[in-house]
């Protein structure tokens, strides 16, 4: 079970303890989540899951894994976790 953090982007530890490690990679696998660095006028970052085809966090992410123009403008650091 995850533990709930206030932001999106401070739920790092938390998949870690649940058993995900963080990878790099550029070739997404079905399951892996994302956690994205908060932005200027989204400071609590973003988090999605990916299904095999697109991110889905409360949406289906048309775009790839940033959510939204301000977040492609911006491109913030982010980090995809994996459980094996």
């Known amino acids: 079970m995850l533990a709930r953090t206030r932001s ?18 550029t070739a997404p696998q079905k399951g892996d989540v994302i956690v994205i660095d908060g932005i200027n006028l989204h400071p609590h970052g973003h988090m999605a899951m990916y299904d095999g085809q697109y991110w889905i966090s409360d949406f289906k992410q048309w775009h790839g ?9 911006a491109r913030p650091d982010y980090k995809v976790y994996r459980h094996d």
């Open 8 to 25: 999106a982007k401070d739920y790092g530890p938390s998949l870690a303890h649940a058993g995900f490690r963080a990878v790099s990679t």
């Open 65 to 73: 894994f940033y959510p939204g123009p301000d977040y492609r403008s």
